[in-house]
């Protein structure tokens, strides 16, 4: 089982030998876990490419996970090969498990290396704030992500709408209803909206009804919150009253969005790729408000694990993964907005989607996903309840009570396990 | 002199008694290593919180009360064993049929092809069959209920309603599962000596009659294999309600070996987790002894 997990999550493993000639000699190994698909795969090669040109006699091996599975499933992994004494020298994760490994003292801090690098300061400060932990920052980010509503423009267009700008969740259910389509016999075939089946897409909702599913500093739930149960209900309502969307599944709808099947999909930049690619005529949105217009953010960053034997080299690896050249190429092709604002401002981030200006402006607007050190389990709760509140199966009333009781045992035994420590 | 002839049989019986377990110790090595040992340590674990990084300590029975307890892990219990029921009769029954449908006389290549047909899902890996499988059941886009509103009926939520999600997964289980039963049973009927029967047709005795009274206590062995076989794997399902249903909506479909695995790797509560494989080995043995005793009713041997 552990072999099949790890073939699975090891999508390619890749090593890279010197190149050019100069500066150090350093003879060394690292290995480095990077994430995401083959955009990233490309722009990690370049960035390692780079990273020889100074260190010609480091070899860098690489393994890089697509995350199919959630950030849950990636914390299991990096934190099985830590368990086995295997752990890579540099890892890319993101703030969902931050706190995870923060807590149990994987990685080394970064302040120095951040200090005596230049050029740090143009990354928005707020995602350094995220990746500090008791006053040390563990990991250095790369690109970030903010839900947007991603909307095929034709078909808004079909059905004579107005592109959206700043709109209210009343807005939006209109246009759901008026873009979903029934054949004769009253099937639907053609969805207004995917009522989001993943913990970071679903969160806007919450968040642009001024709450969520946690405490603000996650360390117990909100369940009981009764906008929370507000806008879980606005999300069945739209499944089961107005039938815009279908029960969130087990796969996500990107295909369909793709393909024309689904109007408007809560999503982040990464699926601009795959859209260029399908010549899909989409734009992006804000999410629409009801008390505000906040939506979710997650970021991505680099860290060097406290077990690599050359943490040092390991950290200029992760210079040259953060820089700007890497950045810029990450933005371009797609995956991330790049936490550089000046590899966002390039022409080739702005030419598509149309709107693409809108994620640096959004920015101002947005709130980490909340990810305590017990993330993986609170996802694992909340999503469980979740979607069997919106596939009917248990009232609102009764899944946020067993939400809430669940998660609080969860953050019990958290509190007992630092309590330990 | 008799001595001596004793000694040096004794000396032989060493020497061979000493290779005798040189030849055991691998594979005494290897079930002690990779069977034994986890069954001990999992044991001593159930009694434990444990975690690697951040320290252990003993809880007592504290993780067994908890699964005793918790409303949770009680219905992912009884979905497992409403799982086991359905699966192993549905596995049972249709590879008893098929078996019986291809025990007669036929053209050899009819004969094979029949039988690579029905025992060709059991060879694909269970995780290619539930992708595969997951796309028939899709709600607006699978394939059934493409017909299912072609024949002007509303569509089934096969994965995403718990009325039949579970069926779903028993569905599934038995088109992949029953070609092995299939195969087995066909060997077991083609033992049955056919005197027997031609006595039986003889005197007029009906198929399903033949069947009843002859076939079946004669292959009965066979048959509780079968059932007992059947019933650990099911006990055992993972892959497919992951891959299906990721164990929901809710817990609907989920079963105890999921439910172990996310304890442990998800929610790190290696203590609990092995709480719940200890209580989940106790059921499967239990289920087998009961099997066992009930077998000395109708297994003839």
Known sequence: MKSLLTGLFIASSVTFAAGAASADDTTANLRLQAFGGDAQLTAVKHAIERFNQKYPNVKVEVAIDPISNGWGDYVTHVLSQFNGGNAYDVYGTAIETFRTFEERGLFVPLDDYIAKSPGYSDFDPSLFKYSSYQGKTYFIPIGWNNIMINYNRELFKEAGLDYPKNWTWDEFREAAKKLTKRDAAGNVTQYGYEVPNQNFFVQPWFLTNGTSPLNADWTASNMLDPKVAETLQFLHDLIHVDKVSPIPGNSTMDNQFDAGQVAMISRGHWIIENAKKAKLDMDVANVPSKLNGNTVIGFGGYGVSKTSKNQELAKELVGALTSEETQKEEGELGGGVPGRKSAADSPAFLAFPPSAALYYQSLPHTIPVPSPANFQDVEKIFMRNYVAMMADEISIAEGVKRTDRELNESFKRLEALQKAK | ?301
């Open chain 2, 1 to 301: 002199m008799r001595a001596a002839v004793m000694r040096q049989a004794s000396d032989l019986q060493r020497a061979q008694a000493l290779s005798g377990y040189l030849f055991l110790l691998p594979s005494f090595a290897l079930y002690l290593a990779f069977v034994l040992a986890p069954v001990v340590v999992t044991c001593i674990l159930s009694f434990a919180y444990f975690d690697p990084m951040l320290g252990s300590r003993w809880v007592g029975l504290d993780n067994y009360i908890r699964f005793f307890t918790d409303d949770r892990s009680q219905q992912i219990f009884w979905n497992t064993l409403r799982f086991t029921i359905f699966a192993v009769t549905g596995n049972i029954c249709v590879g008893m049929l098929f078996a019986l449908a291809l025990d007669r006389k036929m053209p050899a290549i009819f004969l094979y092809l029949f039988r690579l047909a029905f025992f060709l899902p059991v060879i694909i890996a269970a995780a290619f069959v539930s992708i595969v499988w997951s796309y028939f059941y899709g709600d607006d886009l699978g394939v059934i209920n493409y017909y299912v509103i072609r024949l002007g009926l509303s569509p089934v939520h096969w994965l995403t309603s718990s009325r039949y999600a579970m069926m779903s997964i028993v569905i599934m289980d038995v088109w992949k599962n029953a070609g092995f039963f299939m195969i087995i049973f066909i060997a077991a009927l083609q033992g049955v000596p056919k005197t027997l029967i031609e006595a039986a047709v003889m005197d007029g005795a009906s198929y399903w009659r033949r069947f009843f009274r002859i076939v079946l206590p004669w292959i009965s062995p066979v048959v509780f294999f079968a059932i007992v076989y059947a019933s650990i794997g099911a006990l055992q399902v993972f892959e497919s309600v992951v891959i299906l249903t990721r164990g929901g909506p809710g817990d609907a479909t989920r079963s105890m070996s999921i439910y172990i695995v996310e304890s442990a790797f998800d929610s790190f509560e290696i203590g609990y987790a092995a709480s719940i494989a200890v209580v989940m080995t106790i059921v499967i043995l239990a289920i087998t002894i009961v099997q066992f005793l009930a077998s000395r009713a109708w297994v003839r041997h």
